[in-house]
């Protein structure tokens, strides 16, 4: 086991001595390879870690080698200049496609990136400035000050310094607030939305990210090659890309300069050798690459870097006690209405699942939500959250008129809520998914993270995730993932994630499913110590020795109306709960 540290300093001093050691070509494949790095980082945090697939990195990074070529060559301007309008092009594009298709999901994106990829080639052959398939000859070189990119050496190390920044930044941005925004994604837009975090915006940031990230790989690649045609932004080319980030391993950064580092390898050793075995080298290569796509999505679906990590030991992250504390929220006085649930309606084609339902929570109350399954218990919380729009009524939280709010409004006004069917990220550690919580609490932006100027807030959300472990009775297993808890066990994880928002209102959904009676019994008494606490607690929940004492109210609902409400000990003995409901259990 080696400590990360040392490794990747070993590998920067190998890069820096490198252009000493091998031959000029190689020097020139290993610039190819920091170019094709930076393009596939920024598929590693699309595709690997958003879950975006993208066919259109090539076109991004045509985009902008075309822009500075342009601009170098016809106008004559300097190329950092061109740099300028060439991120600036990429950028605006990668918004403009992004804001289209990021928020219809599903295949749109791959979908309409191949488009754009497609016209974009076609564009760069067909526009007369742009020299059509011959291209754009004699782009200058770059230079800084006195000193020039001109040689080949030169260049090497200018394309792996922006590399390894843009992988130090992505690797401080997926340790950070807006990274693990990013690493949720893929834990569905409930989720997300359920601690306050912003589906669209996070995808498109990221797509904006990764068109950059290429938009550096393009400016790099047309003043290192100094002429450029449009045959290497082909859609063909954004497969290969895709192929590096998951030959490397696509969730991670690293990955990406060892994908890229595998592929341009095999590609070179490909050309050398087909002229070899065929007359018609360029498509065996293209029957050589599918089969290796192939091959890997069979046999190695998280690419090689798993087995790299295997010998590198990465040192834990603690929490420091002394990081100092998050800002709380006043809560409302004892008593005060918090939830105002007024002849609510929601109906899923002809089926009614919740019937025009009142009731309303008061601050520092525990109030309970049951009755039979199918009586339409979830589908009311998910009414209050917002996760669902009411057909007719409304809902009122902290005075607010739901109906225009978002789940993130919501959210922010102070509503935290566990699901019935957990939704957590199974491979991240218990306190990662505790801290998701802290988002609303906490600020820093992308370019704060990616620069690791976050540290202090970032500290302070991880004790606050961490204390709320404790209070759940889950902080011995903090650095534990997710997945390895028992299900009851993850839904407790769930209702320490929902504190670390710092919530008016806690709603839990049959947070004590799948638990034994000890946990149990610890659940009902920090459930009670948090009314003590001031919070106000809806809660659903089959368990009736469990919800009877605990509660200060009940409601009952059957078939998505209100059958009663009342203390728990009336509830108890009416007869049409009884009926209805409790039956055999009461
Ligand atoms: P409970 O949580 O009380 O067991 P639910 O609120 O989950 O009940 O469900 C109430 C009724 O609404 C059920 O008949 C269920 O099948 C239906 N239902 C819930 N969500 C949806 C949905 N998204 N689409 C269609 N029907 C739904
Ligand atoms: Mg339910």
């Excluded at 341009?264 to 065929?278: A, C, E, F, G, S």
């Excluded at 970032?458 to 009775?473: D, I, M, N, P, T």
Aim: proline fraction near 5%.
């Amino acid at each position: 086991m080696i400590p990360a540290r040392i490794l990747a300093f070993i590998l920067v001093l190998a890069l820096l001595a490198l252009p000493a050691i091998v031959p000029p070509f190689f020097v020139t494949l290993m610039s190819h390879i920091g170019i094709s790095t930076l393009v596939v980082l920024g598929l590693v945090l699309l595709t690997g870690i958003g879950g975006m697939m993208s066919f259109g990195q090539a076109a991004f990074v045509g985009i902008a080698a075309y822009t500075t070529g342009w601009l170098t060559t016809a106008l004559g301007w300097s190329p950092w200049l061109g740099l300028v309008f060439a991120l600036a092009l990429t950028a605006a594009s990668a918004l403009a496609i992004g804001a289209i298709t990021l928020r219809l999901g599903g295949h749109f994106l791959p979908l309409s990136t191949i488009a754009w990829g497609l016209s974009i080639y076609y564009l760069f052959g067909n526009l007369e400035p742009l020299g059509r398939h011959s291209g754009l000859l004699n782009i200058p070189p770059i230079a800084l000050g006195p000193i020039s990119f001109m040689s080949q050496t030169a260049m090497y190390y200018l394309i792996w310094v922006v590399a390894l920044l843009a992988m130090a930044f992505s690797l401080n941005l997926l340790d950070s607030r807006e990274g693990r925004a990013l690493r949720l994604l893929r834990g569905g837009t409930h989720l997300m939305g359920s601690v306050g975090m912003d589906i669209f915006g996070t995808r498109l940031r990221v797509f904006l990210i990764a068109g950059i990230f290429a938009g550096l790989a393009g400016w790099l690649y047309a003043h290192m090659t100094r002429f450029i045609s449009p045959a290497p932004f082909e859609v063909k080319v954004s497969i290969e890309y895709l192929l590096m980030a998951m030959t490397g391993g696509a969730s991670q950064v690293v990955g990406a300069a060892l994908g890229a580092s595998v592929i341009v390898l095999i590609k070179n050793w490909l050309q050398d050798l087909l002229p070899h075995l065929t007359n018609n080298p360029a498509q065996l290569e293209q029957v050589a690459f599918a089969l290796m796509l192939i091959l890997i999505l069979r046999f190695a679906r998280s690419g090689l870097m798993p087995l790299i990590l295997k010998l590198v030991r990465r040192s834990p992250h603690p929490v420091r006690p002394e990081a100092g504390e998050l800002p709380k929220r006043q809560l409302p006085m004892h008593g005060a209405p918090v939830l105002e649930v007024d002849t609510v309606e929601r109906r899923f084609g002809g089926l009614t699942a919740v019937n025009k339902v009142s009731f309303d929570v008061r601050a520092g109350e525990i109030v309970g939500l049951i009755g039979p399954n199918g009586a339409g218990k979830s589908t009311m919380f998910n009414l209050i959250t917002r996760t669902l729009s009411v057909s007719s009524g409304t809902v009122r939280f902290m005075g607010q008129d739901t109906s225009r709010l978002s789940q993130r409004d919501i959210a922010a006004l102070g509503c935290a809520r566990t699901f019935q069917h957990v939704k957590l990220r199974q491979g991240m550690t218990l306190i990662d998914n505790v801290v998701a919580g802290t988002y609303l609490r906490t600020d820093a932006g992308y370019i704060r993270s990616g620069l690791r100027l976050d540290r202090a807030e970032e500290e302070r959300a991880r004790l606050e995730a961490y204390r709320r472990l404790e209070q759940v009775g889950l902080s011995e297993r903090a650095y534990d993932l997710a997945g390895d808890l028992p299900l009851g066990q993850q839904r407790v994880l769930e209702i320490a994630r929902a504190l670390a928002l710092d919530p008016v209102l806690l709603i839990l959904d049959e947070p004590a499913a799948g638990l034994r009676k000890k946990e149990k019994d610890a659940l009902a008494e920090l459930l009670n110590k948090l009314r003590g606490e001031g919070l106000t607690i809806l809660i659903v929940e089959h368990d009736m020795d469990f919800v009877m004492n605990l509660v200060d109210r009940l409601v009952v609902m059957v078939f998505g109306q209100k059958l009663r409400e009342g203390d728990p000990a009336t509830i108890r003995r009416d007869p049409a709960v009884q009926e209805a409901y409790l039956g055999g259990l009461a």
